[in-house]
């Protein structure tokens, strides 16, 4: 027998939690369906040592909670994995949320019942949900690449995907360590791992640039002037491209002086980690701009590493800077002067194999005791289109999204009624502060969902022609960015096969909230609203 909601959530991470707590606020009854064995999200698989957030934490935490954001005290700068978790955990216990989530609950299938209006929800167990909406927060970036090499399973050593941290990680302590990967989770544990490793070799297709998070724990002092004028400086991160309070100095890159850059650039550099990308207002968007940014980055890297052919195989080459997503790192560079770390380019020669004993190349072998894959993940929609989602006419979002992704303001899917996207495809996800940007989200759904209710309605769809005009929106504004001349995950490249289009919206998060703000202006005219009496309003 199915059990009755008004709201079903999919995902019991940061998303999902707030959605919960929101939707609950409005006297609805809300589930959410967690796979897991604990809350957290990503946060509770990237266990890896030296994870941390790359977003300030004042910023990367809920706003919904005047005394919550009183009351937490961040101890660092950029917090670390563990400190996010409690945070998190601290949250559900203080709104008393877990009493809604069922753990170990895998989503196996979706399905939109036409009879009742209603979606039928199937968890690999057996259980089933019947919901009047469901939600879909499973994360932008939580669905792991599978990469495995040959001979893999000969290897005599132990294996580790970084987002699948296992809780009895192995002491790295005099151990031979190998890190293939080098995104954001590999820059992030290197340093920490060559510590304590006797050896570490970092396999390296593409060298990315990578800005100092210059991270350092929270003052007193710090910590009681954030608070002191939080609202300010949430409505800050709110009117800013990315959601981070960092606002564009309003000038190009090319119209001062190269002094003037340069005392700007090393300015941004020494405190802003991802601000260094607004430090004039073309830098993703002007190629010549964008060649001072990358020249200044390189120079950097230059200056702190000291072997001249690891320095060359470090400085990124041949896309702009800031069109892959940059790492904002902890000593990342400095680490490859340590003489137990070795860097070694899989472009020049490529992994061919796993042996018993390591990782062979086109040229040399290599013993390792431990191998880290920080390989990154399926980014966008691995996790939304693992579940069968099966909207109108037994049509799947699978089948829906064949040639890539497609909404109305990354929320909505037409064919999919209440059904419904937290920082999906199509809205400033991974281009944002992906918190504020869910909260941004969660509040304008709840309004909706007022307004439906006082109106008697139970059925919203998006329409065909909303979801055309916003791709095609959100196609225009990539078109006026750099970020179309590389192959990155924000454009499918991750995974072979996988349709070649940009996700997510650059139009930046104020942007972004001006178009919600005028969807519900205008009554939600991109989308259809009705009655339908198969279903009691919620
Ligand atoms: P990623 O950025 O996608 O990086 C994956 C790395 O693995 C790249 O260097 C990639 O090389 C390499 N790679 C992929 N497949 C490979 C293969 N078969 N053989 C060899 N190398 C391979 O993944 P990530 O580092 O996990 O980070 C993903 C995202 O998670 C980040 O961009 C960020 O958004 C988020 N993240 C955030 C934080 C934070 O907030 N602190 C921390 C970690 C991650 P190519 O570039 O050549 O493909």
Redesign the pocket.
Known sequence: MAVQVDVLIVGAGFGGLRSLHTFRSMGLSVVALEASEAIGG?WNF?RYPG?????ESYDYSYRFSEELEQDWRWSER?ATQPEILSYINHVADRFDLRKHVELNTCVSRAAFDEASGRWIVESDDGRSWNAGKLILAVGQ?ST??A?K?PGQDSFNGRIIY??QWPKDAPDFAGKRVAI?????????MTPVIARVAAHLSV????A?YSIPAANAPVSEEEDLEVKANYRARREAARNSPSGLGFVPNGKSALEVSDEEREAAFETAWNRLGFGFALTYKDILLDQTSNDTASEFICRKIAEQVDDPDVREKLTPKGFPFGT??P??DSGYFQTFNRSNVTLID??ESP?TCFTQSGIRTSTSDHDFDIII?????D?FTGSLLKPDIVGRNGVTLREKWSAGPTSFLGLGVNGFPNMFIIVGPGSPS?LSNVLLSSEEQIDWLANLFEYCRAREINEIEVTAEAEREWVAHVNERAQETLYLKTP??YLG??MPGKPRVFMPYSGGVRGYRRFLEKEAETGYEGMTLSRSDRQAVA
């Open positions: 990503v990237n994870a941390r957030c790359d977003v950029y970036l792991p690449k990469t090499y970084s987002a293939i990967g080098t995104g954001s989770s590999g820059v992030q396999f390296q297709r593409t990315n892959r997503r790492s904002v899989i472009s992994i894959y920080a390989t990154g993940f980014a991974l990155s995950y490249a991750e």
